[in-house]
């Protein structure tokens, strides 16, 4: 059995009638990204031109390029050109001379994302995913109800009429994605596109919950060498200290226009990271972080006061969490080497035993455990050997056991006493 039984292919489609198959022997180099963390998938392709695009096109950025890739199964994803790069000139031993296209390509609905500007409104008391599903219907002119499209519903309607004045499908869909919550998951609403559903509207809460888990275990070391979920290289990406400081939280205001007076300043409606981390779902049972120690405290130097300008106390709970889920799952992040399948998909949850350095343990029990993949770097090359390999960047929001022999997300420790006992 090939240990490479990956099926690749590139097809540039200028219209309906002419499009150019792309011979694997003729790229040198193709990737794509995909990541819940980003509105649209994005990627470049290198190619020699022994076809005369430029001349036989010619190549105007209106093209469409077909990817399709799989081994046991084939998935196409269609992208549209963003940008035709530099085109080089390689001299060949054959005394022939050869360009190198260079073009960069994304999502077919990225103009429509962040490109054209619309004015729109909607009635009050309008759910918030629903205005999601207008967005997607008519600005980004695509069919929220078909299957290729996942719109998780909302808890939350716009209460006030909403509108919006020459803004982007993008700007208006982080603007309610700060203010509404979830039925699946409660906080931090995503949109992107993945090779599972073209277009995904979910919580990032939802997902730690309720996405599905790969069967098959990832391991570090085994004999097989063609299992498809051995881990060939990794690095963990620590901490952030830049970000704990935005964890640590503190105060969101509002302002109340009838009574002229700021809304959010009482102090037991703080916002800070010990009562947040008990409001998501965790990957583990142990927090990353202790609350006693980085929650930034009122009459203290960091405690900050953000002022958005709200009318209402549940949206500044809204954004606040919101916000919240999403910077903390950044931290402590793993990258891992892998062959390329494409079973694997952004916003999936996935098993990873981690190996012990301990004689006499033979897994991690702290790192260990179901993560979720937030981005995969799909790359194509038929110089490497798999020539298909995904950099897959995952969630770890918890410890798998507590750090502190307690089974609370949010258990800590008085950093001063430990610090004295070892005196």
């Known amino acids: 059995m090939s240990l490479d039984p990956t099926t690749f292919s590139v097809r540039i489609q200028f219209d309906y009638l002419?499009?150019?198959?792309?011979?694997?022997a003729d790229l040198m180099d193709c990737y794509f990204i995909e990541d819940i963390y980003s509105m649209a998938t994005f990627g470049k392709i290198s190619i020699y031109d022994r076809y005369?695009?430029?001349?036989?096109?010619?190549?105007?950025g209106d093209e469409k390029i077909l990817i399709t890739y799989g081994n046991t199964g084939l998935i196409e994803r269609i992208f549209t050109i963003y940008k035709i790069a530099k085109i080089e000139g390689v001299v060949e031993f054959?005394?022939?001379?050869?360009?190198?296209?260079?073009?960069?390509f994304v999502d077919i609905y990225y103009n429509n994302l962040v490109m054209k500007k619309f004015s729109?409104?909607?009635?009050?008391?309008?759910?918030?995913?629903d205005i999601i599903k207008d967005v997607v219907d008519n600005l980004l002119q695509l069919q929220s109800s078909s299957g290729i499209v996942d719109i998780e519903p909302s808890r939350d309607k716009i209460k006030t009429s909403f509108y919006i004045p020459q803004w982007n499908a993008a700007e208006t869909i982080r603007y309610l994605s700060d203010r509404i919550t979830g039925t699946k998951g409660k906080y931090g609403y995503l949109f992107y596109s993945s090779s599972k559903k073209f277009l995904n509207y979910v919580t990032l809460d939802g997902?730690?919950?309720?996405?599905?888990?790969?069967?098959?275990?990832?391991?570090?070391d085994t004999t097989d060498v063609g299992y498809e979920n051995k881990i060939q290289a990794w690095e963990v990406m620590g901490v952030d200290h830049t970000g704990i400081k935005e964890l640590g939280g503190g105060q969101m205001l509002g302002f109340d226009s009838t009574t002229k007076s700021f809304l959010g300043i009482e102090e037991d409606e703080d916002f800070v990271y010990s009562k947040a981390i008990k409001k998501i779902n965790a990957l583990g049972r142990s927090s990353l972080f202790d609350g006693n120690t980085i929650d930034n405290k009122p009459k203290e130097f960091n405690y900050a006061y953000h002022n958005t300008g709200e009318s209402d106390k549940d949206i500044l709970k809204n954004m606040?969490?919101?916000?919240?889920?999403?910077?903390y799952s950044l931290q402590n992040m793993i990258k891992i080497l892998v062959m390329g399948n494409e079973k694997r998909f952004i916003g999936q949850k996935i098993e990873v035993m981690w190996p012990s350095t301990s004689t006499k343990e033979i897994f991690n029990s702290m790192d260990s455990g179901v993560h979720l993949i937030k981005s995969?770097?799909?790359?194509?090359?038929?110089?490497?050997?798999?020539?298909?390999?995904?950099?897959?960047?995952?969630?770890?929001n918890a410890y798998n056991e507590s750090k502190t022999g307690s089974n609370s997300p949010t258990s800590g420790f008085n950093l001063f006493e430990l610090i004295l006992s070892k005196i």
Do not use: C
Not at 18 to 24: L, P
Not at 378 to 395: C, E, K
């Open 18 to 24: 002419k499009a150019i198959d792309i011979n694997n």
């Open 52 to 60: 005369n695009l430029k001349e036989y096109g010619p190549l105007t």
């Open 94 to 104: 054959k005394k022939t001379s050869v360009s190198v296209i260079n073009l960069y």
């Open 120 to 129: 729109k409104s909607w009635k009050e008391n309008t759910l918030g995913s």
């Open 207 to 220: 997902l730690f919950k309720n996405a599905p888990t790969d069967k098959q275990i990832y391991l570090f």
């Open 320 to 327: 606040f969490y919101n916000n919240f889920i999403r910077r």
């Open 376 to 396: 995969i770097t799909h790359s194509f090359n038929p110089q490497n050997t798999p020539m298909y390999r995904q950099t897959v960047v995952l969630i770890k």
